[in-house]
């Protein structure tokens, strides 16, 4: 089926962003939200975006206007029947999507395909809240939405065959590289992300290092921004909603680090409060340090050493792991990597990147990690395998990719 019309639900920063994307592309798209006064922000939101596309000399005001006439606000359901793709992109809590869908569903023609920007949900729990549970499918944009290239998209356990394909074709006309990714608890990129992230948490309650030095640390090794000034970028409060779906999914392996929980009970949410990781707005200073002080009084923490390992092996453990549960084939993994997070370039991502390292290398930094920190660090079952038939990576020509020697 091709798509002609979109409509966008949710106006927000994420919502604004995706029908930016879409009337960029060429494609009408409605944009609903509850009220007028959210409307008109994310009609701001998509003109802002524009404006800076026009201050960069990459285009002219006849250009946004054109782009922008492609755009019907509405906070009602008018014209919602004309549409070939919804994309849902409200907060992320499942019985207000639930209650999305339901509301939609009666205005919708036959064929239209529900789709939505959950970072971590259940598509199939989200598709049995229809009548449609065959046309309805994760669409997982990625922040900022008009500047990243990869969707993750996610078929639900019903979810047909031809709406996977029509997705994957609207992706590609929206010049976004879709990635399909088989239904677990985080999808693909959020779930190798987080453990990197509480690796970094547990290295700076630990006292191993500053939020500068293990910043500074993953943007040497090649990531775009290090792992705080990520989160207070997304948001403290975002990653706590993701946390608590990979936590009922995975068990231990996902539990925490505390100085989530103390950051989040002081409403240190990141940039858009002010604080995070970061002071932004003259809050008192130290008060990052007094809760680090705190947590290691009170746990008995003692001081351990942070390196660029202990951050990025989580993440290929947990890549590994991903491929031994068929949620995506080596070369998708790597190019979610890429597209998703900045997984530096020169490295071909993170399969790629374990397969230059030698993965018995991997094996045994693993181990040490488990030895040292616990079962977050237990090694995939795969890479056991692979090391005892000697698909060591590169040097022995045949890892998770197959080399000239």
């Given amino acids: 089926m091709n798509i002609y019309k979109a409509a966008v639900i949710g106006a927000g920063t994420m919502g604004a962003e995706i029908a930016q994307v879409i009337t960029y592309a060429g494609i009408p798209v409605v944009l609903k939200d509850v009220n007028q006064d959210l409307v008109n922000r994310g009609l701001a939101k998509m003109s802002a975006i524009y404006q800076k596309r026009v201050d960069k000399g990459k285009m002219n005001a006849a250009e946004v206007e054109e782009k922008m006439s492609l755009v019907t606000a509405t906070t009602s359901f008018d014209g919602i029947n004309e549409i070939d793709i919804v994309v849902e992109a409200v907060p992320e809590n499942m019985n207000l999507k639930k209650e999305v869908f339901r509301e939609l569903e009666p205005h919708l023609s036959e064929h239209t395909i529900l789709a939505t920007n959950t970072s971590a949900l259940s598509i199939s729990e989200l598709g049995a809240a229809t009548k449609r549970p065959e046309k309805v499918i994760g669409m997982h944009f990625f922040f900022p939405a008009h500047v990243m290239k990869l969707v993750e998209v996610i078929p639900g356990l019903p979810t047909s065959e031809e709406t996977v394909d029509d997705v994957m074709a609207f992706a590609e006309s929206l010049r976004k590289i879709p990635v399909r990714v088989n239904e677990c608890a985080g999808f693909l990129v959020n779930r190798l992300l987080m453990p990197y992230l509480n690796e970094a948490a547990h290295c700076l309650q630990e006292g191993a290092a500053s939020v500068e030095e293990i910043d500074q640390a993953a943007v040497r090794f090649g990531l775009p921004m290090g792992p705080f000034t990520l989160v207070d970028n ?96 080596e070369s998708d993994i790597d190019m979610a990597m890429v597209g998703g997070i900045g997984f530096p370039q020169d490295k071909e991502g993170i399969l790629h990147y374990a397969d230059q390292v030698g993965l018995d290398h991997v094996l045994k930094k693993l181990e040490g990690f488990y030895e040292r920190f616990g079962e977050r660090f237990w090694p995939a079952p795969l890479v056991r395998r692979m090391v005892g038939a000697q698909f060591l990576g590169r040097k022995s020509g045949r890892g998770f990719f197959e080399y000239s020697t």
């Fill in 234 to 329: 997304l948001g403290l409060d975002v990653c706590s909603d993701v946390v608590k779906v990979l936590l009922s999914s995975y068990g231990n392996r996902m539990k925490p680090a505390a100085i989530w929980f103390r950051l989040y009970e002081a409403k240190r949410f990141g940039k858009k409060t002010g604080a995070g990781f970061y002071d932004y707005d003259g809050r008192q200073r130290g008060e990052l340090e007094k809760i680090i002080s705190s947590l290691q009084t009170e746990l008995e923490l003692k001081k351990t050493e942070c390196s660029v390992e202990r951050l990025i092996y989580p993440m290929i453990n947990e890549a590994i792991l991903c491929l031994q549960e068929h949620v995506a084939p």
